[in-house]
Every structure is written in C-alpha cells, then in structure tokens.
Nanobody
Framework: QVQLVESGGGLVQAGGSLRLSCAAS????????MGWYRQAPGKQREWVAT???????NYADSVKGRFTISRDNAKNSVYLQMNSLKPEDTAVYYC?????????????WGQGTQVTVSS
C-alpha cells in the first residue's frame, strides 16, 4: 500500500511563494506519474500539474508560468513550487501518484495540505 505524505502548505500574501512536497512510501512500487490537484471551497477538485517518469510536465492554464512541478525519483517525491500566488489559488492541494504495484496501475492520493493566499 503506497502512502503519500504532503507538507509545505500555509498562509501567504498575494504575490508570494510556497513550495509543496509529497513523499511516497510503503511496499514495492514503480511510480509512473506524479501530480497535484486542488480543491477550493465549494468547487470541484481540479487538476493542477503532472509529471511523468520521463520528467515531462504539464500544467493547467491557470497556473502555467507561475507553478513548477518537479520530482526526485530517488526519494519517490514530487514538489510543486508556486510563485506569484493569487487569492484564487487558495485551496486544499492534493498529491497524487499513479504506481504500478501488485501487477496493476493504481491511483493514490495524499491527505491534502491547505494553501491560503490573502489579498
């Protein structure tokens, strides 16, 4: 069973920066894809960014140019550097991993970390 532990959320003023971290652990697994989603109050969960095993990255239009996703394969970790934060970035951010384990692909989710951007 893959477990994800997130950290790095908090309160920041508009224009500021935060860096989220997520580490995967537990058993034997091969991570295929890592990414971040977010969910603002009263809204559906939305995709933010994804990075695959070849280190390619994709971003939602709303964060492109401001957020950078990266990964450390040796640590089974993924990071989200968030710059030029806006109040509309306020949300709970969830780390997600697609891993090949027990002969199948499975999605795993972290518990979420709160990011609050004040105006």
């Amino acid at each position: 069973q893959v477990q994800l532990v997130e950290s790095g959320g908090g309160l920041v003023q508009a224009g500021g920066s935060l860096r989220l971290s997520c580490a995967a652990s537990g058993g034997s697994f091969n991570i295929v894809q890592m990414g971040w989603y977010r969910q603002a109050p009263g809204k559906q969960r939305e995709w933010v960014a994804t990075t695959t095993s070849d280190n390619s990255a994709n971003y939602a239009d709303s964060v492109k140019g401001r957020f950078t996703i990266s990964r450390d394969n040796a640590k089974n970790s993924v990071y989200l550097q968030m710059n030029s934060l806006k109040p509309e970035d306020t949300a709970v951010y969830y780390c997600t991993v697609v891993a090949f384990t027990d002969s199948r692909f499975t999605d795993y989710w972290g518990q979420g970390t709160q990011v609050t951007v004040s105006s």
